[in-house]
């Protein structure tokens, strides 16, 4: 059947799956994108708390089974009771923040897939000291200047230091044999920065993971950060309505809907299999002529679960869930972008997504109202005072602990701790979910649980409530479990075989931070396109090898964007 002839077919509907295939749809390529599970977005997915828990029963169940190969989510556990009110939640496998300027934006904005989803700001960022204080993060000059927890001659080596990081590195004098120094040694060296401060800036600002991580790739990392900040708001990152990225991914397959693509969801597939190669039909009895080029018939032939059609295409695209046994040395994983600028001392991530009926007490009150500041009204309010010793709500949040902040904690790692609230539309009212990541560099003990790892942050956030009368917060659900990296399916960049290049699958996301994993993917994205649009040239015989597609239309350049660079 002509309409089961696709010239691409992508397995999964993760964020990487998703923007290739709304790439390849815009270009004018028929694809049809499959997935095994009834939503989109993967492993990325965004699901309601009913989903989610099916998900993590099953993920349970999976990898107890002895037989099972290795999965990438690990010791899930989760409390017995499911809150009402289960429909209305958005929670997402892969909690992330997206920079205010990066890949994933530009492909949002150059796609138009920005319209089918909505985006805040975060509120604030914070940062967890070990005397069980809260302490808000500078995000600019005037927060800088504005704070009184910071003296003045830490306030201009600070500035110095930023005016530094935003500038170009090449060539400067103080990375001079301390490019591969520890960045929170660097800031204490060359800086001379406080330990505070340092910790401020590697965890809260840089984002880093452990407290190995080197200078010149966390100051690159940072660049962007301080980058981001100004273009939609005081803060540099935004957070996706419905879950984030699994709205997103989401989004973008609506795109490639638009452009024709076709969409399979909750069904298997039963059977991959490499079809003949034939030479191109005779006409009317006789040969084709000398001179006609030979055309190959379409390489695989897929069958679906409870599908009636074979479906035919030149090129798959897929997770290595996918890969048939049969064509398992067949495969092309793309090469992943070559940036190097992430933590290679984290084996696996234990998560943890609670949720709350209490606001989390984050940040302070305004600046310009702190306590030596407040007026004899705010002294005689008792409320009021106790309020602003103890801090105010947020709705849409980053906490930071930096390594040994916690008793209990990691001394080596940092754990960040995303909130979710009934702003981001993830929540019904005066629900917040809450997302806790800590990197670890080596798979811990098969006697050890991700929960045993991660209570003791959770119990530290649960004493953060913003209404005094509430000692401590009872979580209403919680969920636990190690994700481990997605392993590779081949070497990268290599394959037995010279018809392998038509079953490509995208390189393994790193396990990086949360501002980091929107624009890795945006950039595994655009890595896969342009492998599959030569794939499909070479097997069309369109002579364009020499001639690059764009992943998107380019955006009209920002002659302004250094004006409004905040540092």
């Not at 330990?195 to 401020?200: L, S």
Request: negative net charge.
């Amino acid at each position: 059947m002509e309409e089961c002839q696709f010239d691409a077919v992508i397995f999964g509907t993760g964020l990487v799956e998703s923007m290739t295939a709304a790439a390849l749809s815009k270009a004018g390529y028929k694809v049809a994108h499959i997935d095994v599970n009834p939503y989109y977005g993967g492993d990325e997915a965004s699901l309601s708390l009913e989903e989610f828990v099916q998900w993590a029963d099953q993920a349970s169940s999976s990898s107890s089974e002895p037989s099972s190969p290795p999965s990438r989510f690990q010791r899930v556990s989760r409390s017995p009771g499911v809150p009402p009110q289960s429909r209305q939640y958005s929670i997402c496998l892969q909690p992330a923040v997206i920079p205010s300027t990066g890949p994933l934006i530009a492909s949002l904005v150059s796609s138009g897939c920005a319209k089918y989803s909505g985006f805040r700001l975060v509120d604030c960022v914070s940062m967890y000291d070990s005397s069980g204080r809260v302490k808000s993060v500078p995000g600019s000059k005037e927060d800088i200047f504005k704070s009184k927890e910071i003296s003045l001659i830490e306030k201009r080596r600070l500035m110095r230091f930023l005016t530094f990081a935003a500038g170009d590195l090449d060539g400067r004098q103080e990375l001079e044999g301390k490019r591969d120094m520890p960045f929170v040694e660097f800031l204490k060296t060359t800086f001379t920065l406080s330990d505070d401060i340092a910790n401020v800036i590697a965890y809260s600002l840089a984002y880093c993971m452990s407290t190995t991580e080197p200078t010149l790739p966390t100051l690159r990392r940072l660049q962007r950060y301080l980058r981001s900040a100004g273009r939609y708001g005081p803060s540099p990152f935004l957070i996706g309505h419905y879950g984030c990225l699994g709205d997103i991914a989401q989004g973008f397959c609506r795109a490639a809907a638009v452009s024709g693509g076709v969409y399979i969801l909750g069904r298997k597939v039963t059977n991959i299999s490499r079809a003949l190669p034939t030479k191109t039909e005779e006409k009317d009895g006789l040969p084709s002529s000398s001179d006609e080029k030979e055309k190959l018939a379409f390489n695989y032939d897929i069958d679906l679960e409870d599908f009636p059609d074979t479906l035919s295409c030149n090129l798959i695209i897929s997770s290595p869930t996918y890969i048939p046994s049969a064509l398992k040395e067949e495969t092309l994983q793309v090469p992943p972008p070559s940036r190097k600028e992430f933590d290679s001392n984290v084996s696996c991530l234990a998560r943890c997504v609670a949720i709350l009926d209490q606001a989390l007490a984050l940040r302070t009150q305004d600046p310009q109202r702190s306590a030596p500041e407040r007026t004899e009204e705010d002294e005689e309010d008792s409320q009021t005072a106790e309020t602003a010793l103890k801090g105010v709500g947020v709705d849409t949040a980053i906490l930071v602990f930096p390594p040994s902040s916690v008793t209990g904690g990691s001394t080596a790692h940092s754990a960040t701790v995303l909130i979710n609230g009934e702003g981001s539309l993830s929540t019904p009212k005066d629900r917040w979910l809450v997302y806790i990541t800590l990197p670890l560099s080596q798979q811990p003990e098969a006697s050890i649980s991700a929960e045993v790892l991660l209570k003791p942050y959770l119990d530290a956030l649960l004493l953060l409530s913003a209404d005094p009368s509430h000692s401590l917060i009872n979580p209403l659900f919680t969920t636990f479990y190690l994700e481990n990296p997605a392993p590779p399916s081949t070497t990268p960049g290599s394959s037995l075989h010279a018809e392998s290049n038509s079953y490509l699958v995208p390189a393994p996301l790193p396990l990086v931070s949360l501002p980091d994993f929107p624009d890795e993917a945006a950039l595994n994205a655009e890595s896969t396109f342009k492998k599959a649009i030569k794939v499909l040239r070479s097997v069309s015989n369109e002579n364009k090898e020499d001639e690059e597609l764009d992943f998107w239309p380019p955006l009209p350049s920002d002659e302004d964007a250094d004006d409004d660079n905040e540092w």
